[in-house]
């Protein structure tokens, strides 16, 4: 121990703590719960090693390419958080150890499963479907990374092979099994179910990690330093415009014990930085619901609807997909965009983590709180789709990059989400104003179910309304104290459903066709329209109960009565709606019977 005390003092009494460099096969530095800031290149010589426990973490300075070297290495613990059957997304913060200088690949071979605070055990690797705990082995058959791509297909198979490049994020299932080995008296031990612990051993990455990009297609990366990474300040980079300035994390049912990919019941959540002081905002992947037993919930409680998980630090080891911007072919991750942030005091980091935290940051000044609205909506009382509207001054009607988040999921058969720009949106950011509509999208497949609900409200006036509007009816529905569910046919809904805050029906400004007279005439099948004012009526439309348009006229003009047969419609409840030349608008049920 004294050679390691004589080893750090000479190395804090380097002038401005420029470079690190440690020699002889019985040296090492030992850094528990604490940060150490290098400014410029680390040497670690064969044999000498850089341990950083308990959260201690390394930061360096350099403003370029990396200028690191040696054949000794940095080892850093990280935890998963599935068992042997479903993914975490991992970008390693190590490479190979060379006398080489600059940051290398690294490969699963180069982890391994620590003994006590230094020693270590090589993970062995196999091939077949899983792996284990004790002892360590990892199945290189789900060892996979992602570059720029929309493809499932596309995905690169990395297996036991050292092929992956600095920044480049991978794939790794969990293990079966327990590890009951606990590191340093901390009660934690290696493995204590669909938790294993990894100990990253390598030269440590530093300076500028570029990553390639593609217009309108994913790329998996993540944070690829031995420290925590400021996710707003890489996203919201102004030289990183090559990418939509969102994050997207995978999350996994854990409770689906299959490696078939038709059986996985996952998908992406996302995060908005919204700016550079705030801690953001998530929304979880949409998964569907199960009961404590594993069976299918139908009575549709939400799932995977934790909304205190946030992201703005990225943990050590922690992997995120990117998306491409139109333009450009690149991004960069830089020294300037790392942080000294503890995952287990933080709320803001959590490696693919659904756990409470105490809310303490570390060396970050008070996040700023960004005001916005949660909505759950269930479908079909199966899953849940989560979205959240922002409602900050910046913000604008149009999209605005870091704040609006893209959908990640383009093909679920059933969907909520922000109709913007032609586009579907699971974030969207506009400055609150009471009178604000925010059209809602529904993609529907078969007779579905959608029950909106408001799951919370941050930062927001409590006194303020909130409704849901449906065109069909003109009707506002309270989804503050109460929810709002309809069933749909099979279709788009893009122009039927708003955010408000303001129920016009109620207010003295009603646009509403007066003096029309709508009449079901069962005995001669017959639907008719009086219209004694002579008003001018531009559109008559029929629905039926589900929503689906019946059939509509268009340019009807000014007679004094209208009539419409309905002898070949079935009995039923229907809506009737009149739009006149000057957008005034009547809607009225009906009863058919035969």
Known sequence: MKK????????????????????????????????????????????TNFYL???????QGTTSTSANKGAGKVSVFQEGTVNNYAYNYWCSPVGNASAATGNESFG????GSPT??????????????????????????????FLSSTVYSDWIYVGSTSTIGAGEGFTMKGTSGTDSTIIEGNSVQNNSGSAQRYDFRGKPNDGNITVNTAPDK????????????????????????????????WEQDKTVNSHYVAQYVGGYGTYSPVSLGSNGVYVPATFNTYNGDGSLNANGATSNTNTSILRKYAPVGQGFMIYGAPTGSSVTLKNSHRAYYKESTSPNSYFARNASAVTTAVTDNADEIISHLRFNISI?????????????PSATDGVDNGIDALSPDG???????????????????????VSKRIPLGLKVTENTSFKFSLLESVNFDTAQNIYIYDGLDNSYHDIKNGNYEVMLSTGVYNNRFEITFTNVALGVNQNTADNLLVVQDNSLHMLRISNPDAQNLAIMALYDISGRQVFSKQKLGTEAAFEFPTVALSEGVYLVKLTTDDNKVLTQKIIIKK
Request: charged letters at 10%; hydrophobic letters at 45%.
């Open 4 to 47: 390691l005390l004589t080893l750090f003092l000479a190395f804090v009494s380097i002038d401005a703590f420029s470079q690190l460099y440690v020699t002889g096969s019985t040296n090492y530095v030992y850094v528990k719960g604490t940060v150490v800031f290098v400014k410029q290149d680390i040497n670690l010589q064969a044999n």
């Open 53 to 59: 426990r308990n959260e201690g973490q390394l930061v």
């Open 108 to 111: 699963i071979t180069m982890l």
């Open 116 to 145: 006590s605070v230094t020693a270590t055990t090589a993970a062995a690797n196999i091939g077949s479907f899983d792996g284990f705990a004790s002892p360590l082995t990892i199945s290189n058959r789900w060892i996979y990374k």
């Open 218 to 249: 994913f790329t998996l990366t993540g944070n690829p330093y031995p420290s925590a990474l400021n996710v707003n300040a890489f996203l919201l980079d102004a030289g990183n415009s090559a990418m939509v300035a969102n994050a997207y994390y």
């Open 380 to 392: 079909n009382n199966q899953f849940t789709r989560q979205i959240a509207l922002i409602l900050i």
């Open 411 to 433: 093909d679920l058969p059933n969907d909520t989400y922000f109709f913007l720009n032609d586009n579907r949106y699971v974030i969207e950011g506009v400055a609150f104003d």
